[in-house]
C-alpha cells in the first residue's frame, strides 16, 4: 500500500502546492520530487504486476493492471486540484484594489476650537406609588353563624347554611360553640374579704 501512496503524496506535493516563482525552486521542485515520485511508481508497478502473477493472473493483465492503479491514483489526485481550484475561484469575489482618495479638513488650533458643553441629562420624573387600600377581611364563619343566631334564633341550621353559603354541618358546629357561650355564665371571682 506505501507505494501507490507515494505515487499520490508525490502528486500532490508537485500539483497543489504553491510554488515561488524562480530557478531554483523550478529545480528543487521537478529535479528533486520527479525522481521520487518515479521511484514510487516504479516499485509500485513492480509490486502490484508481481502480485497479479503470483495469483496467475494473465500477462496481459500482469502488465496492464498496475498502470491501472498508479493512473488512477495520478487522475484522482488531478481530479481533486480541479475541483479544489474551481470551487476557491468561485467562492471568491473579485478585490477591488484601488485606493479611495479621501479628503481630510485641517485640524484648526487649539485656541480656536470652541467649547462644547456635555449635555444635561435627561430629567427623570418622579415615580407615584399609589397604594391600593387592603381588601376587607369577612369575618370568620363562627362570628358570621353567631351574628346570623343572634338575629334569628328560631331559624334551622338549613336556612343560615343557605344565607351564610356555609355546610349545614359547620352552621351547627358553630351554633353549638355560640350557644355554649352565651349559656355558660362566667366562672365567679373570689374576693378578698
Given at each position: 500500500?506505501?507505494?501507490?501512496?507515494?505515487?499520490?503524496?508525490?502528486?500532490?506535493?508537485?500539483?497543489?502546492?504553491?510554488?515561488?516563482?524562480?530557478?531554483?525552486?523550478?529545480?528543487?521542485?521537478?529535479?528533486?520530487?520527479?525522481?521520487?515520485?518515479?521511484?514510487?511508481?516504479?516499485?509500485?508497478?513492480?509490486?502490484?504486476?508481481?502480485?497479479?502473477?503470483?495469483?496467475?493472473?494473465?500477462?496481459?493483465?500482469v502488465?496492464?493492471?498496475?498502470?491501472?492503479?498508479?493512473?488512477?491514483?495520478?487522475?484522482?489526485?488531478?481530479?481533486?486540484?480541479?475541483?479544489?481550484?474551481?470551487?476557491?475561484?468561485?467562492?471568491?469575489?473579485?478585490?477591488?484594489?484601488?485606493?479611495?482618495?479621501?479628503?481630510?479638513?485641517?485640524i484648526?488650533?487649539?485656541?480656536?476650537?470652541?467649547?462644547?458643553?456635555?449635555?444635561?441629562?435627561?430629567?427623570?420624573?418622579?415615580?407615584?406609588?399609589?397604594?391600593?387600600?387592603?381588601?376587607?377581611?369577612?369575618?370568620?364563619?363562627?362570628?358570621?353563624?353567631?351574628?346570623?343566631v343572634?338575629?334569628?334564633?328560631?331559624?334551622?341550621?338549613?336556612?343560615?347554611?343557605?344565607?351564610?353559603?356555609?355546610?349545614?354541618?359547620?352552621?351547627?358546629?358553630?351554633?353549638?360553640?355560640?350557644?355554649?357561650?352565651?349559656?355558660?355564665?362566667?366562672?365567679?371571682?373570689?374576693?378578698?374579704?
Amino acid at each position: 500500500m506505501f507505494w501507490p501512496l507515494a505515487v499520490f503524496v508525490a502528486v500532490e506535493v508537485l500539483a497543489r502546492v504553491a510554488w515561488p516563482n524562480g530557478k531554483r525552486w523550478a529545480a528543487l521542485r521537478f529535479l528533486g520530487l520527479l525522481p521520487v515520485a518515479a521511484v514510487a511508481a516504479l516499485v509500485s508497478y513492480r509490486h502490484l504486476s508481481g502480485l497479479l502473477a503470483h495469483y496467475g493472473e494473465d500477462d496481459l493483465t500482469v502488465f496492464l493492471g498496475p498502470f491501472a492503479v498508479d493512473g488512477l491514483m495520478v487522475m484522482a489526485t488531478g481530479a481533486l486540484i480541479a475541483t479544489g481550484a474551481r470551487r476557491t475561484t468561485a467562492e471568491t469575489p473579485p478585490v477591488d484594489v484601488r485606493t479611495p482618495i479621501v479628503e481630510i479638513d485641517p485640524i484648526p488650533p487649539i485656541e480656536q476650537t470652541p467649547e462644547v458643553e456635555a449635555p444635561a441629562p435627561p430629567a427623570v420624573e418622579p415615580v407615584q406609588v399609589v397604594q391600593k387600600p387592603a381588601p376587607k377581611r369577612q369575618p370568620s364563619a363562627a362570628a358570621r353563624v353567631a351574628s346570623a343566631v343572634a338575629r334569628s334564633p328560631k331559624a334551622s341550621d338549613a336556612t343560615i347554611a343557605a344565607r351564610l353559603g356555609l355546610s349545614e354541618a359547620t352552621v351547627k358546629r358553630h351554633r353549638r360553640q355560640a350557644v355554649d357561650s352565651v349559656s355558660t355564665p362566667p366562672a365567679p371571682t373570689l374576693q378578698a374579704a
